[in-house]
């Protein structure tokens, strides 16, 4: 493993101090299904991932910056490197605990709020209720601490925690899921993920 937390942060951030910038800047990479990112990712960071399962970089939990890079190798990038396959959910539990433990301690009150979101999104993927209702929370906060300007990038984050949510509370899991993971959708789950944006 070659990675450090600072190369992987670079990677996923870039060097711009701006969120508005950065934000847009980066949509790309964060957002878009893109074979050639998604290899990138696998070739670069696979073995950091492996690392953190193992327990073997767990002193990266020292330092806010180091806990979100965590999160980034167990929650974004599973989704990028096992695109498609059950392991792209593997890592969600480890990117849960570590996001708890950083909100336990404060720490996201140190990284800027860009950052942020990407140590609240374990809660928003999560498939319990109650940690749904917790990154409409968190998302909610985070809104109202950004500056004027740049509260439409923020909002955007707060409507996709709602939707999240919503899928959530009907049908208790998110259908989008289910082919992936080898689960049974129901009718009315069928149906819905026939509708636009049903996945995510």
């Given at each position: 493993m070659t990675e450090?937390?600072?190369?992987?942060?670079?990677?996923?951030?870039?060097?711009?101090?701006?969120?508005?910038?950065?934000?847009?800047?980066?949509?790309?990479?964060?957002?878009?299904k893109d074979e050639h990112t998604d290899q990138e990712i696998h070739r670069r960071f696979e073995s950091s991932t492996e690392a953190l399962g193992r327990g073997e970089i767990d002193d990266w939990a020292a330092t806010p910056r180091g806990l979100l890079a965590m999160v980034l190798l167990a929650d974004q990038f599973p989704r990028?490197?096992?695109?498609?396959?059950?392991?792209?959910?593997?890592?969600?539990?480890?990117?849960l605990?570590?996001?708890?433990?950083?909100?336990?301690?404060?720490?996201d009150g140190s990284l800027r709020p860009i950052e942020r979101v990407f140590l609240y999104l374990p809660f928003e993927h999560s498939e319990s209720l109650a940690d749904q209702q917790r990154a409409v929370f968190l998302f909610e906060q985070l809104l109202k601490d950004v500056p004027e300007e740049q509260r439409d990038i923020f909002a955007g984050f707060v409507d996709f925690?709602?939707?999240?949510?919503?899928?959530?509370?009907?049908?208790?899991?998110?259908?989008?899921?289910?082919?992936?993971?080898?689960r049974e959708s129901t009718a009315?789950?069928?149906?819905f993920l026939k509708q636009p944006g049903s996945s995510f």
């Open positions: 450090t937390s600072e190369s992987i942060l670079a990677f996923w951030f870039g060097t711009g101090k701006d969120d508005t910038a950065v934000a847009r800047a980066q949509t790309k990479l964060w957002w878009a990028n490197m096992y695109r498609g396959l059950p392991e792209s959910f593997a890592f969600d539990p480890l990117a605990r570590w996001s708890m433990h950083a909100l336990e301690r404060g720490m925690a709602i939707r999240h949510r919503d899928v959530i509370e009907r049908f208790g899991r998110f259908p989008h899921r289910n082919r992936i993971l080898g009315e789950e069928t149906a």
